[in-house]
């Protein structure tokens, strides 16, 4: 079975920074669209950043700037590094494949 395993999230301070990673087992992260979601309370989920097969990454407009995808192909792990952190970025943040058909737990990351 696929499994998606995020980790790095936390508590920092406004203006902090942190590393979300997401290792997957039974899927090669390389081999299509990975991304990162988040969701805060009382909020909708929305999709964070996203990385392609060829390396090429979208970001959302709220994080374009301070947020950087990338993707370690002999570690199968995606990566978020979050820079620039304010309590609007609070959330659980989510690792996903391509076509949404699998989700990781969420990491707690927790801004103030």
């Known amino acids: 079975d696929v499994q998606l395993v995020e980790s790095g999230g936390g508590s920092v301070q406004d203006g902090g920074s942190l590393r979300l990673s997401c290792t997957a087992s039974e899927y090669t992260v390389s081999s299509a669209c990975m991304a990162w979601f988040r969701q805060a309370p009382g909020k909708e989920r929305e999709g964070v950043a996203s990385?392609?097969?060829?390396?090429?990454?979208t970001y959302a407009e709220s994080v374009k700037g301070r947020f950087t995808i990338s993707r370690d192909n002999a570690k199968n792990t995606v990566y978020l590094h979050m820079n620039s952190l304010t309590s609007e970025d609070t959330a659980l943040y989510y690792c996903v494949t391509e076509g949404f058909t699998h989700w990781g737990q969420g990491t707690q990351v927790t801004v103030s």
């Open positions: 990385i392609d097969s060829d390396g090429s990454a």
